[in-house]
């Protein structure tokens, strides 16, 4: 479905380029939910950004992004728009600026129906409550009258999944979609979440470990730009391999809290070797010499770490 080929995805900024996406190599398949971890700064947005080419003009894209056997990153903006929203569609981090403040709810979502639907404002409307209704929120026809500011940020998250959901696409990124909201309703937009993408691939990227292991088949993990660790979603929630992975496991409120020591290195001037070796309890002296390659350990599992070698 989705084949992300040495991407690098990098910044002009005035103390020099910022990596923010370097060298990565991603498939996803058909009917496939990628989950996307990692400390905050680490690039999971902008390689988010990256597929669905919503950059700043500035930003400097190499690489290959193939979907359905063509390079989005070939196409021209006109190409671009027509896929976007309809076959690959993002639900946005952040909900309060995403949905239109002087819009009611229903007409927002049917302007995405309309947009990649053959149909009238009446019927995209009648749709939209449908959708909402099938998004089981309660109400839906009041809610569609409402505007954004009369809903609960749960019920706002809600309504970006139901957006970035109408039109049907094949491919859909979600970043973020659990941010914030307290457990109850964390649970139900994980739910929600599963059954609308059921069917379809998903790049999710989250923070959230526990909604990724529940909701994905499989998981990437992201550091300083790179891909650290790449495998089911079993595995690296129970054997993760990459002492970062580990470290980030470990820091989960339901694993300890055990913080990893240090903080996130710079994008534009990351550390020699392997970038997590200066905050390693295991670096060895070739972690500080030589930058390791992501390796097969296993069918599905990947690492970058010489202690997996
Ligand atoms: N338009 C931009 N210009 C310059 N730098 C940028 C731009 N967008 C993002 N960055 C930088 O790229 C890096 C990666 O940012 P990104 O938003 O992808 O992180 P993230 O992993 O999504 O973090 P979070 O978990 O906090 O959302 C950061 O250092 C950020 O400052
Ligand atoms: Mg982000």
């Known amino acids: ?50 597929i669905i080419r919503l950059l700043p003009p500035s930003t400097r894209i190499h690489g290959q992004i193939i979907y359905k056997g063509r390079d989005l990153l070939n196409l021209k903006e006109e190409e671009m728009r027509l896929l976007r929203g309809k076959e690959i569609s993002m639900i946005l981090q952040n909900p309060t600026t995403s949905l239109n403040p ?23 409307k009648t749709k939209a409550v449908e959708i909402l209704a099938a998004a089981m929120i309660p109400e839906a026809p009041k809610r569609a009258d409402q505007y954004p500011h009369e809903l609960s940020g749960g019920m706002k998250e809600r309504v970006m999944i139901v957006m970035g959901l109408a039109s ?22 994980i739910r929600l979440i599963r059954d609308m993408t059921s069917g ?15 909701i994905c088949d499989r998981i990437a993990v992201m550091y300083a730009g790179e891909l650290l660790e790449m495998a089911s979603a079993k595995t690296i929630l129970h054997d993760p391999q990459h002492p970062y992975t580990q470290g980030f496991i470990n820091s989960l409120p339901s694993r300890g809290l055990l ?51």
Not at 37 to 49: D, F, H, R
Not at 171 to 185: M, N, Q, W, Y
């Open 1 to 50: 479905m989705l084949e992300i080929i040495n991407l690098k995805t990098q910044f002009p900024s005035p103390d020099g380029l910022v990596n923010a996406v370097d060298s990565a190599d991603l498939q996803i398949e058909d009917n496939e939910r990628l989950g996307l971890i990692g400390e905050t700064g680490c690039g999971k947005t902008v390689l988010g950004m990256s």
């Open 102 to 124: 002087v819009l009611k709810i229903g007409d927002q979502i049917a302007e995405v129906i309309q947009l990649h639907k053959d149909c009238n404002r009446k019927e995209a």
């Open 168 to 189: 049907q696409p094949s491919f859909v990124i979600a970043d973020e979609p659990t941010k914030g909201l307290d457990s109850g309703t964390k649970a139900e937009i």
């Open 200 to 214: 379809r691939s998903m790049l999710m990227i989250t923070h959230d470990l526990a909604a990724a292991g529940e």
């Open 259 to 309: 913080p990893i020591s240090g903080s996130s290195p710079s994008l534009i001037d990351p550390p020699h070797g392997c970038r997590f070796h200066p905050r390693c309890p295991w670096a060895m002296d070739i972690c500080r010499r030589e930058h390791p390659q992501i390796i097969k350990l296993e069918k599905g599992h990947f690492s970058r770490c010489f202690l997996c070698a």
